[in-house]
């Protein structure tokens, strides 16, 4: 067992973690006082110092530091300014249909992607891979907010078969998944397909050819296993695009979920939501990538049993 | 004498579809594409056919190819009366500039700190790689929205500064990496022994050798940069009235979808044409530049 990759990944999430609270607070305290950049400007002196005072502005930074590090560890990120609540609550009662939307997605994009990377790499050269590669690539040019606008003319103006907003009844999924899911799937294709050839290329593949082992279970017990390592960093990666992509797409389709409560803060400069989001969307993509790490570890044993960097191509 | 048309083999539909495919008729339409882009931009106050911010209430929403007192309006007019054409024209120069622009800076920034991981190794390269870890990990919308939060919208140095940053630690893993690589093979290490200073080994000696790799990844930073762009823009966030942008003009094209659709699809269309044309070009250099895919061509 290999415990020295785990506890350098553990490490490594962990030092990130402390960077990412570190800059929020930096962007957050030291590019200006929250207080004057949140009051009109004719505010009372006095008011603007109690303001600072309830917030704990008056304190040195250094304190205010450790403060917002308790803060983090005992769930308190500050309220609203637009009602009062808790910043933490707002965001969390809007994961569950964050949730829904990216998961789905994420699912979809896998279930078309991967599929069609592996077809194309079989099929290399051929009309069926340019076709699909001349796709994926448009896929993944395809602005997210121009396609939803395409689907809701199309399935909402035109055919009126779907929903344009909302996210009560299940089909109301369907276009907001489609939107959010066809650039990830055009990487996903793209890059299984170049794994794929490389895989395809090695001697180990070549030798069980020569083995008399049907092609089928060529691809699948020789070549998708191998191919898989470089895939499953894509798909780490394609975490942070779904997030940052679930964004537009529930501002297209008005869906309730996180992205949306996080422009209209944004636009709204409702700081203490920001930051959450951020926070929390931060908190995700490490846990996501150290999951990743751990996957790793798992699929590739070079890792798992700790030897140096063994290629037999 | 024979009808020659019928000796010519009648091509079917499916085989003709299989040809175009192939990816050289692509590129050619491609690169035609970003030449009218670039030559628009450029150009725009030129091109354009009337007052982009001139406001007609009574001409509001009017479809493709109709005409008013102002003139001939090729893809109608907005909720206001302004012309789209004119609008789509002004808002293509500032969403290319800040794409080429940001491009350029991220470029600028990437390479600076890869060149600096490179050099100095140890620690310093040790934090520039917890930095470059979380970058690629970390949605850059997020950060952005963070910026802007803070800042506020409206400031256009800002915010181009801000979109440039995108895609800095694809830059600086190129660089740190090929740079390394450089410092092992000897030539730069020859430079410094002939008495050539730091910056001269780097810019002068290093930069020429990793160009390709730097262009390559520009192609693919640059339709990023437009797709980053505009989805701010038409989130609200990005580029604010009296300038405009593709996205903005997607955003409240949004709002008429049921009675004037075309005010949407139209600058949709363009980011898309445009986007797709600058990453087939993109793998079409990478194909070119890059002598390791070149030798064995998949």
Redesign the interface.
């Known amino acids: 067992m290999n415990a020295r990759y785990i506890f350098q990944k553990i490490t490594?999430a962990i030092?990130?973690l402390i960077?990412?609270v570190t800059f929020?607070f930096i962007?957050?305290r030291v590019?200006?006082d929250p207080v004057v950049?949140m009051l009109p400007d004719d505010t009372d002196p006095e008011i603007i110092e109690q303001m600072r005072i309830a917030w704990g502005l008056n304190k040195p930074i250094w304190e205010q530091y450790l403060d917002y590090w308790v803060g983090i560890f005992s769930g308190d990120l500050g309220h609203s300014f637009l009602d009062g609540r808790s910043a933490v609550d707002k965001i969390v009662e809007r994961i569950p249909e964050t949730l829904r939307l990216t998961v789905t997605s994420f699912m979809f994009m896998l279930l078309i992607g991967v599929p069609a990377g592996v077809f194309s790499a079989i099929k290399?050269?051929t009309?069926i891979d340019?076709?699909i590669m001349?796709l994926s690539?448009?896929g993944?040019?395809?602005?997210?907010?121009?396609l939803g606008?395409?689907l809701?003319?199309i399935f909402s103006?035109w055919l009126r078969w779907l929903p344009s907003a909302g996210s009560e009844r299940s089909w109301s999924l369907v276009m907001p998944v489609i939107t959010l899911a066809t650039a990830g799937a055009g990487v996903i294709a793209r890059f299984v397909r170049?794994s794929v050839?490389e895989v395809l290329?090695k001697q180990y593949v070549r030798a069980a050819i020569a083995r008399g082992m049907p092609s089928h279970r060529v691809i699948l017990f020789v070549v998708l296993p191998n191919a898989a390592i470089p895939v499953i960093t894509i798909v780490?990666?394609m975490i942070?695009?779904l997030?940052?992509g679930s964004?537009?797409t529930e501002?297209?389709f008005s869906w309730p979920g996180v992205g949306r409560l996080?422009?209209s803060?944004?636009?709204a400069?409702d700081?203490a939501v920001?930051?959450t989001g951020?926070m929390m969307?931060?908190f995700t993509?490490?846990l996501?990538?150290l999951l990743v790490d751990f996957a790793y570890f798992l699929i590739d044993p070079r890792i798992r049993l700790g030897s140096s960097k063994g290629d037999n191509s | 004498m024979i009808d020659s048309a019928a000796q010519t083999p009648t091509i079917g539909w499916f085989k003709r579809?299989?040809q175009s495919?192939?990816?050289s008729n692509?590129i050619y339409l491609a690169i035609a594409w970003l030449v009218i882009v670039l030559v628009t931009a450029i150009f725009a106050h030129f091109i354009v056919p009337m007052d982009y911010q001139e406001i007609h209430l009574l001409n509001r929403l009017l479809p493709p190819a109709s005409v008013s007192e102002q003139g001939f309006h090729l893809l109608g007019t907005d909720h206001l009366g302004r012309d789209i054409t004119s609008r789509i024209i002004m808002a293509l120069q500032l969403s290319i500039l800040v794409a080429a622009l940001g491009t350029v800076i991220g470029a600028i920034i990437g390479v600076s700190i890869g060149f600096i991981s490179a050099h100095f190794g140890g620690w310093v390269d040790d934090i520039v790689m917890?930095?470059v870890?979380?970058q690629?990990?970390?949605?850059?919308?997020?950060?952005a929205?963070?910026?802007?939060?803070?800042?506020?919208?409206g400031n256009l140095l800002l915010f181009i500064l801000l979109v440039g940053f995108q895609g800095w630690e694809k830059y600086a893993r190129i660089t740190r990496g090929l740079s390394l690589a450089a410092l092992n093979h000897g030539y730069a290490e020859s430079v410094r022994l002939m008495g050539g200073s730091t910056f001269r080994v780097y810019l002068k000696h290093i930069l020429p050798n990793i160009f390709a790799a730097l262009i390559i990844q520009m192609s693919i930073n640059f339709?990023e940069t437009i797709?980053l762009e505009?989805?701010l823009s038409?989130?609200?966030?990005g580029i604010q009235p009296p300038n405009t942008s593709l996205?903005n003009i997607?955003s409240y094209?949004?709002d008429y979808?049921?009675n004037a659709?075309w005010i949407?699809?139209t600058p949709?269309?363009v980011?898309?044409v445009t986007?797709?044309s600058?990453?087939?070009v993109g793998?079409w250099l990478r194909d070119e530049l890059d002598p390791v895919t070149k030798q064995?061509k998949?």
């Open positions: 490594r030092l990130t960077l990412v929020i962007i957050l590019t200006g950049t290399r050269n009309w340019r076709t001349t690539v448009s993944f040019s395809l602005p997210n907010f121009f606008i395409l809701i003319i103006i170049s050839l290329g780490g990666f942070g695009t997030i940052g964004i537009v501002t297209i996080l422009i803060s944004v636009t400069r700081l920001v930051q951020i969307v931060a993509m490490i996501a990538n | 579809f299989k495919v192939s990816r692509l917890v930095f870890d979380f690629a990990s970390m949605p850059f919308v997020i950060i929205l963070a910026v802007l939060a803070v800042t506020g919208t339709p797709i505009t989805s038409f989130l609200g966030v996205g997607l094209g949004r979808l049921l659709w949407a699809i949709g269309a980011i898309f986007a797709l600058m990453s087939i793998d064995n998949h």
